[in-house]
């Protein structure tokens, strides 16, 4: 077996090693997700949010793999996000973006990382108001989270997406 098969083969899910960099991604990223979340209140700059979350993640993806023989690339795979009310997803702002959080809003964040190729991503819904969420926005909420469950639940091997 040459080389080049023998890596191919250890890219996949029997590997332990590909297990921990998929570990250690999704724990960096979820720590990232927490951090965000605590930076959202009102008045705050969409883009010193999305400036802290992808700081976080370089320091943290930076912090693992340093003492081995063999260069691991790793880092952000999908810069934070946070899309407000009608922006659908993926808003990553510019620098000179003057854009503040206000009350009521609701908060779509997307973010990712990665440790040699191996991509963790989030996404997390979040109103920004006290206490519970009612009225419309649950009523939004809930219907978004059944229609991914139902979709969740379509997803079998062998079935055609169309």
Known sequence: ???DEREEKELDLTSPEVVTKY????????KALQLVLS???P???????????D????????NTYKNVKKKIERGIAFPTCISVNNTICHFSPLASDETVLEE?????????????????????THILQEGPVTGRAADVIA??????EVALRLVRPGRKVS
């Open 104 to 124: 009521g809003d609701v908060l779509k964040i997307d973010m990712g990382c990665h440790i040699d190729g191996f991509i963790a991503v989030v996404a997390h």
């Open 1 to 3: 077996m040459s080389d």
């Open 55 to 62: 700081a976080f993640i370089t320091e943290q993806t930076g």
């Open 39 to 41: 930076e959202c209140k």
């Open 143 to 148: 219907a978004a989270n059944t229609a991914a």
């Open 43 to 53: 008045k705050a700059k969409i883009t010193d949010i999305c400036e802290k979350g």
């Open 23 to 30: 570990k250690n991604a999704a724990e960096i990223i979820n």
